[in-house]
């Protein structure tokens, strides 16, 4: 019976240094076929619409530290007041340059709701509230720094604004009030450095 178990100790220990030579060797021709290659962009500057962006028409501002992980700022104008986000990016799959399609999710705090009542600037105001979301970045060209970014948002809004929404419908001077989308869609042009 000893002899046995030992056959067997040794027949996995055989298994698994064979298994972490065959590892190591991987690595080492990983290692030499990337020398001297950009694994990924560490700036992002994108022009859009949508709240990921910061307002109906804003810019977006993204520090990627690690390949998983991005870091956001936003600005832009909603028909009423400024807007403004920052949040993080969370990769599904690593930001790899080699890589044109991306998913990721958000969340993001800022400006996230506004109301614009034509003809009656006293009720115009925005929001702010913290928005999650599930987004694509599409890059083209060689380099892959060039492409779109697509993302369905669904912000979080605050009871101020739900409480404003109400005493709009119920105003009986606002005519043809539209109720808000629960999600919202963002899309941008963008450029890595």
Same mark, same amino acid.
């Given at each position: 019976?000893?002899?046995?178990?030992?056959?067997?100790?040794?027949?996995?220990?055989?298994?698994?240094?064979?298994?972490?030579?065959?590892?190591?060797?991987?690595?080492?021709?990983?290692?030499?076929?990337?020398?001297?290659?950009?694994?990924?962009?560490?700036?992002?500057?994108? *022009?859009?619409?949508?709240?990921?962006?910061?307002?109906?028409?804003? *810019?977006?501002?993204?520090?990627?530290?690690?390949?998983?992980?991005?870091?956001?700022?936003?600005?832009?104008?909603?028909? +009423?007041?400024?807007?403004?986000?920052?949040?993080?990016?969370?990769?599904?799959?690593?930001?790899? *340059?080699?890589?044109?399609?991306?998913?990721?999710?958000?969340?993001?705090?800022?400006?996230?709701?506004?109301?614009?009542?034509?003809?009656?600037?006293?009720?115009?105001?925005?929001?702010?509230?913290?928005?999650?979301?599930?987004?694509?970045?599409?890059?083209?060209?060689?380099?892959?720094?060039?492409?779109?970014? +697509?993302?369905?948002?669904?912000?979080?809004?605050?009871?101020?604004?739900?409480?404003? *929404?109400?005493?709009?419908?119920?105003?009986?001077?606002?005519?043809?009030?539209?109720?808000?989308?629960?999600?919202?869609?963002?899309?941008?042009?963008?450029?890595?450095?």
């Amino acid at each position: 019976m000893k002899r046995k178990a030992l056959l067997f100790w040794t027949f996995l220990m055989f298994l698994a240094v064979t298994a972490e030579a065959q590892q190591a060797f991987t690595y080492q021709k990983i290692e030499n076929k990337n020398v001297g290659f950009q694994d990924r962009n560490r700036l992002d500057f994108g *022009v859009g619409l949508g709240i990921e962006n910061g307002g109906l028409l804003g *810019v977006q501002l993204e520090y990627t530290p690690i390949s998983r992980l991005g870091i956001f700022i936003s600005g832009g104008y909603y028909m +009423v007041d400024a807007g403004y986000g920052a949040g993080l990016k969370g990769y599904l799959m690593p930001k790899k *340059v080699e890589k044109p399609f991306r998913l990721y999710a958000l969340a993001m705090y800022g400006t996230n709701s506004a109301i614009y009542v034509e003809g009656a600037s006293e009720y115009n105001k925005v929001y702010v509230g913290p928005c999650f979301g599930l987004g694509m970045e599409m890059r083209f060209g060689k380099k892959k720094a060039n492409g779109f970014n +697509v993302s369905l948002v669904v912000p979080v809004r605050s009871n101020e604004y739900s409480d404003d *929404v109400e005493m709009l419908k119920n105003n009986p001077y606002i005519e043809n009030f539209t109720e808000p989308l629960p999600v919202t869609f963002s899309m941008a042009y963008h450029h890595e450095f």
